[in-house]
């Protein structure tokens, strides 16, 4: 039961050009939802995140938007640069029971982000 | 900025024997920590919710008694591969929740490589 769904494998685009990475989920309680950027045989990046209040999210280069009626997510870089290839994976939360704190993350799959010069 | 230290970054053990593997917040106490595990192009799985002071919380189809984890401190947890298998080879990554960031805190170790031969 994928909760958190990244259904482009990879995307190719242009220095320059803007990159949209989406990403759909399926459970409802999710709230809180991230983007990690992740080269081979490391860690997980933050790069953005957002709460289920906002529906955009700014920071530089990079935008989240959420569409929780549509239980999708999407992350805008832009202008891309070919040091943004990486794999891209986004996640997502919900408020632990009492409400006081976010649990555990459920990732999606990945999308594999190719910027050419 | 909160930093997750994680070590071995790769080990290679024989079939049977057993690899421990540490995951340090060097900046911040961390009462929650995340093991994960992922598989070459595949997203990372959660494998279990590490509680500072109490039991491992393992997620469905995980061996609690394969994989202990061990959180005696709040600035570490140990994640021990017990009886190592070919099919245990993986790269297992940790993650430590820090209540007081803004993102909540979900930074992530640079991962293990574990190869059982």
């Known amino acids: 039961d994928q909760q958190v769904k990244q259904n482009s494998p990879s995307l190719s685009v242009q220095e320059g050009r803007i990159s949209i990475l989406n990403c759909d989920y399926t459970?409802?309680?999710?709230?809180?939802f991230l983007w990690y950027k992740k080269y081979p045989a490391e860690g997980p990046t933050f790069l953005i995140s957002?709460?289920?209040?906002?529906d955009k999210n700014e920071d530089g280069r990079f935008t989240v938007f959420l569409n929780k009626s549509a239980k999708h997510l999407s992350l805008h870089i832009v202008p891309s640069q070919p040091g943004d290839s990486a794999v891209y994976f986004c996640a997502a939360s919900a408020l632990e029971a009492g409400g006081t704190s976010y649990g555990k993350l459920t990732f999606g799959q990945g999308t594999i982000l190719t910027v050419h010069p | 900025g909160a930093v997750v230290s994680q070590h071995p970054s790769r080990v290679i053990c024989k079939s049977g024997t057993s690899v421990k593997i540490e995951c340090r917040s060097l900046d911040f106490q961390a009462t929650t920590m995340f093991w994960y595990r992922q598989f070459p192009k595949q997203s990372l799985m959660l494998m279990a919710t590490?509680?500072?002071?109490?039991?491992?919380?393992?997620e469905q189809g995980v061996e609690k008694d394969k994989f202990l984890i061990n959180h005696a401190s709040l600035t570490l947890s140990t994640l021990t591969v017990t009886s190592a298998h070919p099919e245990d080879s993986s790269f297992y990554i940790c993650?430590?929740?820090?209540?007081?960031?803004?993102?909540?805190?979900?930074?992530f170790g640079s991962g293990t490589r574990l190869t059982v031969v």
């Open positions: 957002i709460s289920s209040i906002k």
């Open positions: 590490s509680n500072e002071g109490s039991k491992a919380t393992y």
């Open positions: 993650s430590a929740r820090d209540h007081g960031r803004v993102n909540y805190g979900y930074t």
């Open positions: 459970n409802s309680m999710f709230d809180y």
